[in-house]
Structure formats: C-alpha cells, structure tokens
C-alpha cells in the first residue's frame, strides 16, 4: 500500500488530495490540526484513502441528525427515517393501492411543475417514490413530465426490475434506486435538466456556499458527479460518495438529482438550487463579486438545518471551515473574517497563516510593480 506524506501542509484541498491519488496514494499522512476542506473529504471517501496520523479537523463528516429537534420545526418535514417495511401485497396492488393513487396524484403535480418551469425538456427528467422497503414507483420511458397521468406509472424493485405498470420504466431508474440504496431515509427522487444549475454541471463547477441562506438550509454545498453514459449502472454509482451528505449532485456534463423525504420536497431542492444558480450567473454580470454571509451566521444556518434533519457535509466543522468558494479560491475553504476559535494551532492560527501568505503575496506583487515603474 502505497503511503504519501503530505504533512507539510497546514490546509488539504481536494485537488492536493486527488494528486496524492494520482500518484498511486492508499495512505495519506497528515500533520497534526491539518484542516480538510469538503472537496477533500470527498475525495477521501470516494478514493478509500486512508489517513495516517489523523487529527485533523473536518473529518467528522457523517451528518448528525436531530429528528426531535427536527419535529419541532415545521419550516418543512424532516428528512426522518421512512420506518419502511416490506409488504405482503402483490406488486399490482401496492401501486393500485390508494396509498399510492396519493402519490401518483403528487407525482403527476411535480411532473408539470418541473415542465413548467422548463427544468426538464422533451422526454427528459423523472421522478420516483419508495413506497415499501423494496418497491418504488418511477415515471416511465418516453414521456413528457407535462404529460403523465396516474396510469403511466411503474413499479420497480431496488434493482430495476419492473414489476408491475402500463409503461416501460425509464432507464434511468438505476440512479434513483441507487439514491436509496445509499441513504435509507430518502424517500423521493426527483431527475431534471434545469438550465442554470446544468451550466453548472457542464461547466465542472459547483456553486459557492455562505451567499443566500435558503441555498445553505435547504440544499448547502452542492457536489459534482463524474460523467458517465445516461441510463447505465456505472452512472448510477457515480453519485455514492457524495449522495449521503448532499441532498442535490449535479451530474457533469448532464444534469441534476434530488432527494428528499417527499417528492414535493425533492422537487423543491431543485428550485432552489437553479434559482440559486441563476441569481449567481445574474450577479456575475454586474461585474463585482458577491457578498457572504459571515461565518457565525453560517453557523446559525447550520444549526436550523440540523433541526430540520436536512443532510450536510459540514456538521462539525468550525465556522471558518463553513464557507467554501471553488470558483473564486479553487476550492480552498478561507476564512473571510477573523475566527473567534483563539485555541492555539486553532482556527484563527490558521486563518492568520493565510493572511500572513496573502499580505506576503500582495508585498511581493507591489513589489514588482514598483521596479517596473
Ligand atoms: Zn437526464
């Protein structure tokens, strides 16, 4: 097994990390209090790295989640556990069962929802629902989201299987099966091509965090999924590191997925999520670059999002770890302002070091003008 040394840096991105794996990397050692940006721990999870001489901050990436606390918010239901079960029913009876007329009915809604607003085009986009521990409704193949009715639904077992429906499935049910076989608490799932958030996917980059507090609760970081051919199982795993603690993956060079604890909700994160991205292509236009929410009050928006049982990467992490900006600081986690954490080797040292290495920078670049003058 191959180990990479890699303790001389005080703050790990994703690309350091990816360049480790590059390499021929399976063991990373690290420095004590080395700070771990998102990307990074993504890469770790999605590469099986691991990492020697671990007392890095950011590492505690597993999302806690609070469903009393989250029972007391009604912003929106929690994402709480389905407490699903397998049904002695005949698969033709659960999906003509009235419980899933329910759904069908809501799915239908979200359909032209999604074709209203032009997230999905021609055929494109679907939507499922897990109804038991095994069986899930999906939209089916070649059909308009403008145009479906409660007949045209199929129901699927977590492997594709069709197993009841007038349609044929879409093909494209594997990454929503896999959405469930990864996360137990999600229950919908929502696939679409909206224009704004696909300039994202297509483009290889992800929105920054920390600019408009609906994005940070209800969607937070957003990540990126290698591309892979539409339709197949190998694209369906594309989305396993990332689908735990994000509940809205752009999917490069294709579109986006949601998931959520209903199909209204899922189909909600993609609103959110291209209007976000909109309003930033918007803002890019006026030629100067946006404002953030200070990282204390990042850290409030956190908070709500954990009450709401709403899945982040970032639980745990310390304030001046909550901002990521990767189209403006290539995907190096800053801190804008000062921390407030004074512990030494803490975050306000490493915010200091980063301030030190920019003025040093700016001296040299000023520097350098001036000779040439
Ligand atoms: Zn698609």
New binding site residues.
């Given amino acids: 097994m191959k180990r990479v040394d890699l303790q001389s840096y005080k703050l790990l991105t994703g690309k350091n990390l990816e360049a480790a794996v590059s390499a021929g990397a399976r063991e990373v050692v690290v420095s004590d209090g080395v700070v771990l940006t998102p990307t990074a721990r993504d890469v770790i999870r999605r590469a099986g790295l691991t990492i020697v001489g671990n007392h890095a901050t950011g590492t505690t990436a597993q999302p806690a989640r609070d469903s009393a606390s989250a029972r007391a918010v009604q912003l929106a239901p929690p994402a709480s556990s389905p407490n699903l079960s397998k049904s002695s029913r005949s698969d033709e009876a659960i999906l003509n069962s009235p419980e899933a007329l329910v759904i069908k009915e809501e799915m239908v809604r979200v359909g032209k929802k999604l074709w209203d607003r032009q997230y999905v085009d021609g055929n494109?986009?679907?939507i499922t629902y897990r109804i038991t521990e095994d069986r899930v409704i999906c939209t089916p193949t070649l059909l308009s989201k403008a145009d479906l009715t409660v007949e045209d639904f199929c129901l699927v077992d977590l492997e594709g299987n069709q197993l009841a429906g007038r349609g044929k499935r879409t093909s494209?049910v594997y990454l929503h099966l896999q959405v469930y076989k990864t996360v137990p608490e999600a229950r919908a799932a929502v696939?679409?091509?909206p224009p704004h958030a696909t300039a994202y996917a297509i483009s290889g980059r992800v929105p920054p965090t920390c600019v408009i507090p609906e994005q940070d609760v209800f969607v937070g970081s957003v990540a990126i999924s290698p591309y892979e051919t539409?339709?197949t199982r190998e694209f369906a795993k594309t989305i396993i590191p990332y689908v735990k603690d994000h509940n809205t993956i752009l999917?490069a060079n294709?579109?986006i997925i949601c998931w959520a604890d209903t199909v209204t909700h899922a189909e909600w994160y993609v609103e959110v999520v291209d209007t976000y991205c909109r309003t930033l292509l918007l803002a890019a236009q006026l030629g100067a670059g946006v404002t953030r929410i200070p990282p204390a009050k990042q850290a409030v928006l956190l908070e709500i999002k954990k009450r709401l049982g709403l899945p982040d990467a970032k639980f745990g992490l310390e304030e001046c770890q909550l901002c990521d900006q990767p189209e403006s600081a290539g995907g190096i986690t800053v801190c804008p302002t000062a921390c407030p954490h004074n512990a030494p080797g803490g975050c306000s040292q490493k915010s200091q070091d980063l301030e030190t290495l920019v003025k040093t920078i700016t001296d040299e670049v000023m520097a350098a003008l001036q000779e040439t003058v």
Wanted: hydrophobic letters at 15%; charged letters at 10%.
């Fill in positions: 494109g986009g679907n494209e696939h679409a091509h539409p339709g999917l294709h579109g």
